[in-house]
């Protein structure tokens, strides 16, 4: 038997941040932090803590429930707290590359998250290295560390900026030391981080669902390009950096934050469920059912039959026990990849004309096998609607998307698509539609995924010339 890694036909998560500062279970409530946050990323966690005798550390590849045993929090000794959920956006998925990354420099011990991508990562790295810098990992998020313990400023806080200011991209931090919490959000905003407070004690994450989990009140979103401290003293905000049009990931919404966090100031279920009644105004069908693709297409497709009138149904039933490896048989099952994970209802489907909701088309190959699944299954016709708009550029800001090459739409008319994909009908959401479902945000949305329109160059990666905004 041949054991092998399962390449998702779908954008993969980027990563979970968590930090929480004077609280006597600060090991145990990140441990449950990171938990609620395992969907961004099941590569690797880590957890750092400080106490009087200095900063402890555990962390591992896998899954937080599975790295984390009583006896290890219990080692994770201290008040304070950040950890990290890691899903490779750079760096191999190596031990080495799980955060949160650790040092000790000329200001004391020091241990950092980051949930983003910094685009000038490379020239960085090697600029750090002509200097004499010294790299364990191959992440980006070490080259911060290094700007941190190489600058020339005289107190933390000003070399945490100062470091900053010389990094393109996307960047949503957790900073933890012998006396202070930091969390620092990108002056674009693309990745989500907020702010909580349980029996007392501040609270930074990705989402609002981890501090649910903690029984933690929501206080606010960090805003783009903030500093928060946080202290004996207090909690401090600080805007060190330039002002700019902010750009927020759209994505985070589509599929990337769970629909029960609140991020960028909205329900996530709220506009999820938006966008599929967006789809069906626009792209109506006469059909029988209404199914999502689970989980991901589960809060669109609930809008979609709300506004369309048909019926919704379960008729595909996801496996949530199935792990990034496994044993294939010797023997070749038809769409093993897909059936380990998704099983059709035949009594849902049999008969039906069905509209098939779904986040996102990536490749393709997952889609197409879906469509055979249904109609395996004896369904009459089967409709395709996607809840966003055709892919057709890679995200350079922390999320791992596949080349451009890769991208079924970069090269493909939705004719095309629907053809590959052998549905009877295929129809996204449009560009316009989508942002009609955020526009009282008052915030602007990255979209480079969909137009190429890239709000920071791409600088470490060999793609075609982007249309910077």
Known sequence: ??????????????????GIFNHPEAATLTYLGLYALQHRGQEGAGICTFDEFGLHHSKARGLVAEIFTAEKLRRLK?????????????????????????????????????????????????????????????TDTEVIIHLIAQSNEKNLIDRIIDSLKKVKGAYSLVILTENQLIGVRDPRGFRPLVIGRVDGAPVIASETCALDLIGAEDVRDVEAGEMIIINDDGIFSVKPFEKVKSSLCIFEFIYFARPDSYIFGRSVYDVRKEFGRQLARVNKVDADVVIPVPDSGVVAAIGYAEESGIPFDT?????????????????????????????????????KRVVVIDDSIVRGTTSKKIVKMIRDAGAKEVHMRISSPPTEYPCFYGIDTPTREELIASFNSVEEIRDFVKADSLAYLSVEAMEECVKDNGSEFCKACFTGDYPVEPINEKKEQPRLL
């Open 315 to 351: 008729g595909l039933i996801r496996n949530h026990y199935v792990g990034r490896t496994f044993i294939e048989p010797k023997q070749s099952i038809r769409n093993f990849g897909v059936k380990i994970k998704l099983n059709p209802v035949s009594s849902v489907l049999k008969g």
């Open 1 to 18: 038997m041949w054991q092998g890694r399962y390449r998702k036909d779908c954008f993969q998560e980027n990563c979970g941040v968590f």
């Open 78 to 138: 201290g008040n304070k707290a950040i950890g990290h959920n890691r899903y490779s956006t750079t760096g191999q998925s190596k031990l080495k590359n799980v955060q949160p990354f650790y040092a000790n420099y000329s200001f004391g011990s020091i241990a950092i998250g980051h949930n983003g991508n910094i685009v000038n990562s490379k020239s960085l790295r090697e600029e750090l290295q002509e200097k004499g810098a010294i790299f364990l990992s191959s």
